[in-house]
């Protein structure tokens, strides 16, 4: 490990472990600020540079949740902004996509008092620097509808289940997990609202958004697998391991893991399918005076 990234960990853990104690009590007139932080990759221990993205949730004067992530610039944008301003040939469908791509810098998440995703809003700039909206979604308890850049999908509920998405934001599972002392399995899967990305009929995009949302019914089974020990950098921190494993209609399927502490709050979340990757908790503050839950039940 280069010295660069050697400094980068130690920061970053010396950061965590001071920053898990809780911060003044902040109040404004219409929200009030409950949790903010810093997520990013580490990848075989190590930090990712550029894959750091700051959050914070809000608790609304009506009692909803508001949540916010703010990303940092993919250094891909230049590439294809590039190729846009080229003569290079490309295909007219091509291009209409890199016109109207936008690459993301900012999440706006509400939730209602029972957990529930009620919408998302992605935005960010386009190739020409221009700004623009990724994605928006709205969920009631008879349908969901999402609109992407070019494309929109709808889905009625026939009974009332809750929207999932399944990118790399750890906080938007917060709603799905707990961290009760017993290991526990849920027998019976919930019914959810899947959101996914993919232009190809039987593939499911997990991560990106944009151009193509995808909208099914899908089922979603979570297993509390106890008290666990997750390593992040050159430290270990005690959590409750759980297993979230989501099985589309198409077929595919999404096996996450997350190690949570007894606040609830996760410390880090794995992707089945990246076993040498950690999405990490690298900065935390609590701003309540009492447990952090999203949200109070």
């Known amino acids: 490990m280069s010295q660069a990234v050697e400094s980068a960990n130690r920061s970053f853990l010396s950061v965590l472990c001071l920053a898990l104690a809780a911060a003044p009590y902040v109040v404004s007139a219409d929200r009030e600020r409950v949790e903010e932080g810093r997520y990013a990759i580490l990848r075989n221990g190590g930090l990712v540079a550029g894959t750091e993205h700051a959050w914070t949730l809000w608790r609304l004067a009506d009692g909803r949740y508001e949540f916010e992530d703010h990303f940092q610039p993919d250094k891909t944008d230049a590439i294809f902004g590039g190729l846009l301003s080229s003569r290079v040939p490309m295909s ?3 291009r209409k996509s890199l016109e109207q791509g936008v690459e993301p810098s900012h999440l706006a998440a509400i939730f209602d008092r029972d957990s529930q995703l009620l919408s998302i809003k992605v935005t960010g700039k386009k190739l020409d620097g221009s700004k623009g909206d990724g994605l928006s979604c709205k969920a009631s308890s008879s349908q969901v509808e999402c609109k992407g850049t070019s494309k929109e999908a709808k889905l009625r509920l026939p009974e009332p289940c809750a929207l999932f998405w399944g990118f790399d934001i750890p906080p938007m599972l917060r709603p799905w997990l707990a961290a009760p002392q017993t290991t526990s399995s849920d027998s019976n899967p919930k019914r959810i609202a899947l959101l996914s990305f993919g232009s190809f009929p039987g593939k499911v995009v997990w991560r990106g958004w944009g151009d193509a949302p995808r909208l099914e019914l899908a089922d ?7 008290p666990d020990t997750v390593v992040l950098g050159n430290q270990s921190f005690h959590a409750q391991k759980f297993k979230l494993d989501i099985k589309a209609r198409t077929g595919d399927s999404l ?8 606040k609830g709050v996760i410390l880090a979340v794995a992707d089945a399918s990246r076993p040498d990757e950690l999405t990490a908790l690298v900065q935390y503050k609590n701003y309540a005076n009492r447990p952090a839950a999203l949200p109070d039940k």
């Open 220 to 226: 979603l089974a979570i297993a509390n697998l106890g």
């Open 255 to 262: 096996s996450l893991t997350a190690w949570i502490d007894a």
């Open 92 to 94: 007219p469908e091509f």
